[in-house]
């Protein structure tokens, strides 16, 4: 017998608002049974988990997602992600074209926005 990954945890200060981002970014729903104030949301399709926790984050991430936009720029997905509160946290985009974003999400939990698969094709 093996395992499997059922979900990834986040643990946050805001269960339900962090989710609500990240349901933005990747354009999926929260759980239907999720609801503000809660201690637990879920974003199912992707299997991300936001548990409320005391402690707040004090260091950097040890784990954190790369994400590729799917039908824009990585410019362009960086500018959307800018607008819906996540803070540019180091930017390693290169003249070339190459490169990535180094973002934090509103409670900041870095992840990384690389170019989309048409730019790499190109």
């Known amino acids: 017998m093996t395992?499997?990954?059922?979900?990834?945890?986040?643990?946050?200060?805001?269960?339900?608002?962090?989710?609500?981002?990240?349901?933005?970014?990747?354009?999926?729903p929260l759980?239907?049974?999720?609801?503000?104030?809660?201690?637990?949301?879920?974003?199912?399709?992707?299997?991300?988990?936001f548990v409320t926790v005391p402690e707040p984050k004090t260091?950097?991430?040890?784990?954190h997602f790369d994400i590729q936009p799917q039908d824009r720029t990585r410019d362009e997905?960086?500018?959307?992600l800018l607008g819906l509160g996540a803070k540019l946290s180091d930017d390693r985009r290169k003249p070339d074209g190459t490169g990535w974003a180094v973002l934090a999400d509103p409670?900041?939990?870095?992840?990384?926005?690389?170019?989309?698969?048409?730019e790499r094709g190109a």
Request: charged share 30%; hydrophobic share 40%.
């Open 59 to 63: 260091a950097k991430n040890r784990i």
């Open 3 to 28: 395992s499997a990954i059922r979900h990834t945890t986040i643990d946050c200060a805001d269960a339900y608002a962090l989710a609500g981002f990240w349901s933005e970014v990747l354009g999926l």
């Open 31 to 49: 759980h239907e049974d999720d609801r503000p104030g809660d201690e637990e949301a879920l974003i199912e399709a992707a299997g991300l988990l």
């Open 107 to 118: 409670e900041g939990n870095e992840f990384c926005v690389e170019r989309s698969a048409a």
């Open 77 to 80: 997905e960086v500018e959307r």
